[in-house]
C-alpha cells in the first residue's frame, strides 16, 4: 500500500509554483493518456469476435472519457489550456502507441489490462501523496472502470479453447512491460516538472522507490496471472 501523509509529512502545496507545474504536466500526461485510451479503445473494439465483445468494451473506453473530462476541467480550474498541457506529452504516448499496435483481439485486451496498468499504478501511488484535491482526483482516474473482469474473462476463455495462445500472449505481455518501462523514462526525461514533482522532497519522503518498484512488479505479475500468463 501506497504510504499516507500525516502530521510529519504534510501535504504538498499549489501555492508552491514549482509543485503547482508538476500537478500540472502530471493532470497533462493523464488527460492525454485517457483520451488515447479512449481512441485506442474505440479502434480496437473492431477487432472483437462479437457485437456484444465490442459493446463492453465501447462502455469502458466511454469511462476513460469520462475521466479525460474530469482532468480537462481541473486544468481549466487551474487557469491553464488544457490542450496545450496535453499537446506537451502527445508524442511519447502516441511512440508508445504505435510501438506496442495489437494485431489482434487477444492482443488488444492483453494491452488494456497489462501495459496500461504499469503506468496506471505508479501514478496512483504518485498522487496519493499529493495535495487533496489533486490527489482525489487522480485516484478516481487511475480506477480501473471494469476492466479487471471483462479482460480476464475473455483471455482466459480464449486461452482455455486453445492453450497454444497462452505462450504467444505471454511474450506480448513482456514486451509490453520493456516498452512501457522505455516510455517512462522518455516522458521524465522530456519533461523537467514532471520529473522534479516524482524525485520532489514532500512525494520521494513519502514513497520508498524500491518498495514501489516491487508493489509495481508484483501487481503486474498478479495480472498476468490472473489472465493465465506467465510473467
Known amino acids: 500500500m501506497p504510504c499516507v501523509t500525516d502530521a510529519e509529512h504534510p501535504r504538498p502545496s499549489l501555492d508552491d509554483p514549482a509543485y503547482r507545474q508538476g500537478v500540472v504536466d502530471l493532470l497533462g500526461l493523464l ?4 483520451y488515447l485510451a479512449f481512441e485506442r479503445l474505440v479502434s480496437e473494439a473492431s477487432f472483437a469476435p462479437t457485437l456484444g465483445q465490442r459493446l463492453r ?18 486544468l481549466e480550474v487551474l487557469g491553464e489550456d488544457p490542450e496545450e498541457v496535453m499537446a506537451r506529452f502527445l508524442p511519447p504516448l502516441e511512440r508508445w502507441h504505435a510501438m506496442t499496435a495489437p494485431s489482434d483481439w487477444l492482443e488488444s485486451l492483453v494491452k488494456a489490462y497489462v501495459g496500461d496498468s504499469i503506468a496506471t499504478d505508479f501514478y496512483r501511488e504518485i498522487g ?12 478516481e482516474v487511475c480506477s480501473e472502470l471494469g476492466q479487471t473482469s471483462v479482460m480476464v474473462e475473455e483471455v482466459r476463455a480464449a486461452i482455455q ?8 500472449l505471454a511474450l506480448w505481455g513482456r514486451r509490453l512491460v520493456g516498452e512501457a518501462l522505455s516510455q517512462a523514462q522518455s516522458v521524465a526525461a522530456e519533461h ?5 514533482l516524482i524525485m520532489s522532497e514532500s512525494v520521494a519522503s ?5 518498495e514501489l518498484l516491487e508493489r509495481l512488479t508484483s501487481a503486474h505479475v498478479a495480472r498476468m496471472s490472473a489472465l493465465g500468463l506467465d510473467a
Not at 468494451?57 to 476513460?64: C, D, L, P, V
Open 31 to 34: 488527460a492525454a493518456g485517457e
Open 57 to 74: 468494451i465501447a462502455t469502458i473506453a466511454i469511462g476513460e472519457l469520462g475521466h479525460h473530462r474530469l482532468l480537462r476541467e481541473r
Open 128 to 139: 496519493a501523496v499529493l495535495d487533496e484535491e489533486t490527489a482525489a482526483l487522480v485516484l
Open 161 to 168: 479453447a486453445d492453450p497454444r495462445r497462452a505462450g504467444r
Open 192 to 196: 523537467d516538472a514532471l520529473a522534479d
Open 206 to 210: 513519502q514513497i520508498d522507490l524500491v
